[in-house]
Antibody, heavy 119, light 107 residues
Framework: QVQLVQSGSELKKPGASVKVSCKTS????????INWVRQAPGQGLEWMGW????????TYAQGFTGRFVFSLDTSVSTAYLQISSLKPEDTAVYYC????????????WGQGTLVTVSS | DIQMTQSPSSLSASVGDRVTITCRAS??????VNWFQQKPGKAPKLLMY???SLQSGVPSRFSGSGSGTDFTLTISSLQPEDFATYYC?????????FGQGTKLQIK
């Protein structure tokens, strides 16, 4: 069955970096895009952007450029989200989600990774 | 960006009730609306796509309708497992924006 399994919770200090992984299985990695969605504590869902798993080309939403980097390792069917120069306001649950592109329904999601930024 | 406004923000209902959640887009988006259910501590789950198409495995008590700017998600007979937060999302243009959520609570 289709699975997206994310790495575990992270506690980081301001200014540090974090890399969240999203390991997929149960389907051919290159046939679906990987989207990233953020959910701040007690808040709603916010689309961060997506990775084209064929070209590797990332697309970032406004507000997620510069410090946020999407990458892929197709050899292990895994997508990554790296956030640098972490700020307390980056504290959130980060989800990866499968879709045919950025504007298609996300039919399978990872379980989420809580990133906490605190001194 | 297209704004998606859900109403109500919260709703109390009883098992067996019929419930409708509304989502309004800030511009016409044809039928490019998806609905998600999220339970505490869990990832969102896709319920409906293209406004009225039921995702595989989702119970038929869930239905969706609408086009243009106004959309609804209806649960025909609430079950205990349906108490959750529901989000609409437009997939008409980038960025694909979500509504603020509707929390469905037990009365």
């Amino acid at each position: 069955q289709v699975q997206l399994v994310q790495s575990g919770s992270e506690l980081k200090k301001p200014g540090a970096s974090v890399k969240v992984s999203c390991k997929t299985s149960g389907y051919t990695f290159s046939t679906y895009a990987i989207n990233w969605v953020r959910q701040a504590p007690g808040q709603g869902l916010e689309w961060m952007g997506w990775s084209n798993t064929i070209s590797g080309y990332p697309t970032y939403a406004q507000g997620f450029t510069g410090r946020f980097v999407f990458s892929l390792d197709t050899s292990v069917s895994t997508a990554y989200l790296q956030i640098s120069s972490l700020k307390p306001e980056d504290t959130a649950v980060y989800y990866c989600a499968r879709g045919e592109g950025g504007l298609t329904p996300y039919d399978h999601w990872g379980q989420g990774t809580l990133v906490t930024v605190s001194s | 960006d297209i704004q998606m406004t859900q109403s109500p923000s919260s709703l109390s209902a009883s098992v067996g009730d019929r419930v409708t959640i509304t989502c309004r887009a800030s511009q016409s988006i044809s039928t490019y609306v998806n609905w998600f259910q999220q339970k505490p501590g869990k990832a969102p789950k896709l319920l409906m796509y293209a406004a009225s198409s039921l995702q595989s495995g989702v119970p038929s008590r869930f239905s969706g309708s609408g086009s243009g700017t106004d959309f609804t998600l209806t649960i025909s007979s609430l079950q205990p497992e349906d108490f959750a937060t529901y989000y609409c999302q437009q997939s008409y243009s980038v960025p694909p924006t979500f509504g603020q959520g509707t929390k469905l609570q037990i009365k």
